[in-house]
């Protein structure tokens, strides 16, 4: 339990500070879903849209499908590769160029000192219908520790994940991530988490925050 209350209270402490940094933007909220398919010990697949909303949560602006494979490796790294459609509004109004990525993704993970670690390299090549393509790479880093208060389990986490663009040659977005899953059984888990998104407006040194409530619900099959 006092390490439960140190890892809650680190958490909390960054975040404050994280929060009170950056200047403050819109509120969005981001509705992410998982359908997941264990195929043998060494393949799964899965299927994850993901719908987003800004202009305080009341703008549907955003919408994308995801589906791919994961190969583990070995104990401690995961191969993963996977194919993304996006549309998006603009001015308002749908866009109808079609964005689509292809991602390379390799997951080291570790136990350290009773934390779960996960480092996610994402290679991405981005295919833009009217605009150039560009490779992008996004470094996610995890820290995730199982606690149980009384009867009830459920597993906090912290995250960062920063955006490195080789067109623009610099780092132009950042999620600092704080949330907690809940597995409620077998085939079903449930997520809620806040995070704080910073991005570089232009050229410009300004780093505005987006504050973005979002949850996840994943499924295995």
Known sequence: MKRLILVLGSISAIFCFVTSVFASGDNKYYSE?????????KFDLFFTPELRFNDDMGNFYYYHVRAGSTFHACKNLDLAIAYRFIQNKVNGKWDNNDVQYIEMLAIPKIKLGGFDVSDANKLERR??????????????????????ICNFE???????????????NKVNLNWATLGANKKINKYLTLG??????????GSSSKWPTNHILGTNISVNF
């Open 127 to 148: 295919f833009y219908e009217n605009a150039r393509d560009r490779w992008v790479y996004r470094n996610l880093l995890t820290f995730a520790y199982p606690a149980k």
């Open 33 to 41: 879903f998982a359908l997941k398919h264990k195929l043998n010990d």
């Open 192 to 201: 809620l988490y806040y995070r704080a998104e910073t991005s570089r407006v």
């Open 154 to 168: 459920f597993t906090p986490y912290i995250s960062d994940e920063v955006y490195y663009d080789f067109e623009l």
